[in-house]
């Protein structure tokens, strides 16, 4: 590896520079902390342990400072309810904290009342009939009950869900308060107990496609709408008072933050603006506002990256709080006047964080990743509007390769474009140590948020609503033909990898388009009808929205199994065994399919993972062969 003249840099090929990240560093910055809760000068968050078989744990932050974990292992605090899950626990005021264990899903309650040590979990929630048959979620303490999101698995298939009470000590059957919709979410209390406000809807709509917010009187059942419909999608309702609700809805093509009365008339946007206060509510129980002791309303707010500001709801003035960070994810919880949530930065790891809304100041109590690697190696963070096809504004986060200590004599670097998976989510500027991985060797990445990405207001996302394998297809292929107009990129060396919906966009772009020399597709979908069979019943009528009502001619031309003959490039497939929401076959037929036509595939499938790889040793080995991958297909 000879010095550059220049700059007195050893020279390498792009892509295979030496790099101080290892699988292991990007594996152990994996803690996530999430759902965080502030009451009475206290915290409480959820975090990952990639290192104990990819169990996750809750955390309690004393007053004084004092961490300390609540769960020890093998104990896991997860729900599966929709699979996705969600929040896990809530916080009961001096009794301790209940939580949906993994194993069973079951609700259990740690005692712990600040005297002495916290007991082991009892539950307080009885044994299913079938293993998991019964799964609770969106948890919220009132008075001496739990009230949650209870999902019952029948037989046949089967799923029915209702919002249920199961009294905090357990010692009786959860008490059914709402039935007859498909979904709820959000149910919340009014302060004096006589109502309770929740989010339902039905198949084939999804919550960010289309919901209701009713409120229902718990002495008699009686229930009525206050806001929602097919077309609008409304979120979190959380009570001002015992009439007055806040909700956040799309109804004006944005996700804007709403005030309305349960006994009528019309609700009132507290905050117009064209930009979304809200993420698309995949998982249960986060909430993207908070409102503080003196009536002002912690919101998030910003297109695609949340910032954190303060709204006066009676003037609508919102003002942001001048914090060090690039984003916030939609968890917001308030204690007095400071609010906690989670937040991040394109060159800071993604923390628990507590700002003074008096002062402004901000701390950070817990951060995804322990030890940073020097700056140097972490690539820059570019926004990019692009434009597609007929014009069409495609966003996308350009990070160019990054490296201190060496230089290249290429022209121009190998990249690799991601495809965030959803596809109602999106892609943000969150530092994330796996891109800098591939960067910080010479790989570029290519960030998209193709139609249908959310953060950009609901005509984006309805972009992609009958046009999957369309829309975002043909929005991937413009950002890599970008690269080569302005020759950020070797033209032979451009590969593309997804996850979930994005290992579908990866196939499919790869069977439509010469300019990819190879995908990565993990958990990717590649079969429109078997997936509408077997899935899980949260997206099992999702099809119909992203493509149509099912029709072999329609899905034929969609769908990338059956358009495998005009791929020639290699693969790189990878799937967990136990994944309920993409299930293996589908990698299967697409792996067995190229391999009937010789085209080069590797296929790694790894037992005990789901959707989402979480066990430590099965990310590493995922990295490593993802890496091994991109240096072959790039001749390094």
């Known amino acids: 590896m000879p010095p550059d003249r220049m700059s007195g840099h050893p020279s390498s090929p792009f892509g295979a520079w030496p790099s101080p990240i290892s699988t292991a560093d990007v594996v152990r910055g994996g803690l996530r902390p999430g759902y965080p809760t502030a009451l ?3 915290m409480w968050w959820e975090e990952d342990r990639p290192t104990e078989g990819g169990r996750r744990t809750l955390v309690h932050h004393a007053a004084g400072g004092a961490r300390r974990e609540l769960l020890s292992p093998p104990w896991d605090a997860r729900t599966r309810v929709h699979e996705y899950g969600g929040r896990s626990y809530a916080v009961a005021p001096g009794v301790g904290v209940v939580f949906a264990s993994h194993a069973d899903q079951r609700l259990y309650l740690i005692r712990d009342d600040g005297s002495g040590p916290a007991r082991d979990p009892v539950a307080i929630t009885p044994a299913p009939d079938a293993p998991c048959a ?3 979620a969106d948890l919220t303490v009132h008075r001496d009950e739990v009230w949650c999101v209870q999902e019952r698995h029948a037989g046949g298939g089967k799923v ?6 199961v009294p905090l000590h357990g010692g009786a059957e959860p008490r059914q308060r709402v039935a007859g919709s498909d979904f709820y979410a959000h149910p919340s209390i009014s302060p004096d107990g006589e109502h ?4 339902c809807w039905d198949h084939p709509r999804l919550p960010w496609t289309g919901t209701e917010l009713r409120v229902t009187r718990l002495a008699d059942g009686g229930s009525r709408p206050i806001m929602g419909d097919a077309s609008e999608s409304v979120l979190a309702p959380r009570w001002l008072d015992r009439s007055t609700l806040y909700a956040v809805s799309d109804r004006s093509g944005w996700w804007n933050l709403y005030e309305a009365g349960i006994g009528g008339g019309p609700p009132r946007a507290l905050c117009p603006a064209e930009e979304e206060f809200a993420w698309a509510p995949r998982e249960l129980g986060g909430t993207p506002y908070a409102i503080l002791d003196d009536g002002r309303v912690a919101v998030l707010h ?7 500001g303060i709204l006066d709801p009676r003037t609508g003035v919102l003002t942001d709080l001048d914090l060090p960070y690039d984003g916030w994810v939609p968890f917001l919880s308030a204690d007095g006047s400071t609010v906690c949530g989670v937040a991040y930065g394109a060159c800071r790891p993604r923390s628990v964080v507590r700002v003074d809304t008096a002062t402004g100041h901000a701390e950070s109590l817990r951060s995804d990743i322990g030890e940073l690697p020097d700056a140097g190696y972490l690539p820059p963070c570019r926004p990019v509007e692009i434009r597609g096809r007929s014009g069409r504004r495609v966003h996308a986060y350009v990070y160019p390769p990054a490296n201190p200590a060496v230089t290249s004599g290429d022209a121009a670097p190998p990249y690799v474009v991601f495809v965030h998976g959803g596809p109602a989510a999106h892609s943000t500027s969150a530092l994330d140590l796996r891109k800098a991985f591939f960067t910080s060797r010479g790989i570029g990445i290519i960030d998209v948020n193709h139609g249908g990405s959310t953060g950009y207001g609901r005509a984006y996302r309805d972009r992609l609503k009958g046009h999957w394998g369309v829309i975002d297809v043909e929005d991937t ?8 107009s302005d020759g950020h990129a070797d033209p032979a060396r451009i590969a593309i990898r997804g ?3 994005g290992g579908w966009t990866t196939m499919a772009a790869c069977c439509s388009s010469g300019l990819f020399c190879g995908g990565v597709a993990i958990a990717g979908v590649s079969t429109l009808g078997s997936l509408a069979a077997s899935t899980h019943d949260f997206e099992s009528r999702y099809v119909e929205w992203l493509v149509g009502p099912a029709d072999p001619l329609l899905y034929a031309s969609r769908e990338p199994l059956a358009k495998c003959g005009q791929i020639d490039c290699p ?4 799937q967990g065994q136990d994944d309920p929401i993409v299930p293996p076959g589908q990698a299967e037929a697409f792996v067995a399919s190229l391999n009937e036509r010789g085209v080069p595939c590797v296929y790694l499938a790894f037992e005990g993972e789901s959707h989402e790889f979480r066990k430590a040793e099965t990310k590493s080995a995922a990295l490593a062969a993802e890496l091994a991958f991109y240096q072959q297909l790039f001749r390094l």
């Open 160 to 165: 029915v869900r209702s919002i249920v009470s």
């Open 196 to 199: 309770i406000a929740y989010v």
């Open 302 to 308: 910003g297109t695609p990256e949340l910032r954190l």
């Open 477 to 484: 292929i413009a950002a890599a033909e970008w690269l080569l």
């Open 40 to 42: 009475a000068g206290e």
């Open 571 to 574: 693969m790189l497939l990878m």
């Open 499 to 501: 996850v979930g919906a």
């Open 134 to 136: 019964l799964r609770y």
